[in-house]
């Protein structure tokens, strides 16, 4: 079965740190493209950032850029983002997602973890 | 980049028809062909519906398809059942590994 699982999420304090991981299964791992896409309680989604199958290519958005990493383990099949300098406005479920295409990417993600809650309060 | 803009809310009774828009400008939705919906119920994962403007993951009923004109991708959601209710939400590539979320619609199914 084709799944991935989130862990990681908890509650920190702002300026804090926290790694999260995506354990992925079913799949051939190193093909695919990975994201971690967040939603804000009450808010809509939001892309976080890629990766690439080898793990050369890396983007993140403007929000999080600077203090978010990034970076995959294809031996562990395992995607994590280390989040430094965590924000108040970083408070979100956190999903990690297989992109749909490989090797072109499609931009598209068709699994989804179930999610990790990470708060960001003092 | 600024997220696309959806209406909030949507709604149409068992059977018929409706169709969510996602408007976003001439550097995403109007510039490349990589937009994609989502269905997404609290406390779950969300769920591919279409993909590349039109396309259907394997497993996604006919009732659901995708068009774009311009700036503006919508999703139309035929022969409405309860099951369909849900937040929907479209993305779309904004160039340079950049990919941006609309604020989603709610579905209602009367």
């Known amino acids: 079965e084709v799944q991935l699982l989130e862990s990681g999420g908890g509650l920190v304090q702002p300026g804090g740190s926290l790694r999260l991981s995506c354990a992925a299964s079913?799949?051939?791992?190193?093909?695919?493209?990975m994201s971690w896409v967040r939603q804000a309680p009450g808010k809509g989604l939001e892309w976080v950032s890629v990766?690439?199958?080898?793990?050369?290519?890396?983007k993140y958005a403007d929000s999080v850029k600077g203090r978010f990493t990034i970076s995959r383990d294809n031996s562990k099949n395992t995607v994590y983002v280390q989040m430094n300098s965590l924000r108040v406005e970083d408070t979100a479920v956190y999903y990690c997602?297989?992109?749909?295409?490989?090797?072109?990417?499609?931009?598209?993600?068709?699994?989804w973890g179930q999610g990790t809650m990470v708060t960001v309060s003092s | 980049q600024s997220a696309l803009t959806q209406p909030p809310s949507a709604s149409g009774s068992p059977g018929q028809s409706v169709t969510i828009s996602c408007t976003g400008s001439s550097s995403d939705v109007g510039d490349y062909n990589y937009v994609s919906w989502y269905q997404h119920h609290p406390g779950k994962a969300p769920k591919l519906m279409i993909y590349e403007v039109s396309e259907r993951p394997s497993g996604v009923p006919d009732r659901f398809s995708g068009s774009k004109s311009g700036n503006t991708a919508s999703l139309t959601v035929s022969g409405l059942q309860a099951e369909d209710e849900g937040d929907y939400y479209c993305?779309?590539?904004?160039?340079?590994?950049?990919?941006?979320f609309g604020g989603g619609t709610k579905l209602t199914v009367l």
């Open positions: 990766i690439s199958g080898s793990g050369a290519s890396t």
């Open positions: 993305s779309s590539y904004a160039g340079s590994n950049n990919l941006i």
């Open positions: 997602a297989k992109d749909h295409g490989s090797p072109k990417w499609k931009y598209a993600f068709d699994i």
């Open positions: 079913g799949f051939t791992f190193s093909s695919y493209a």
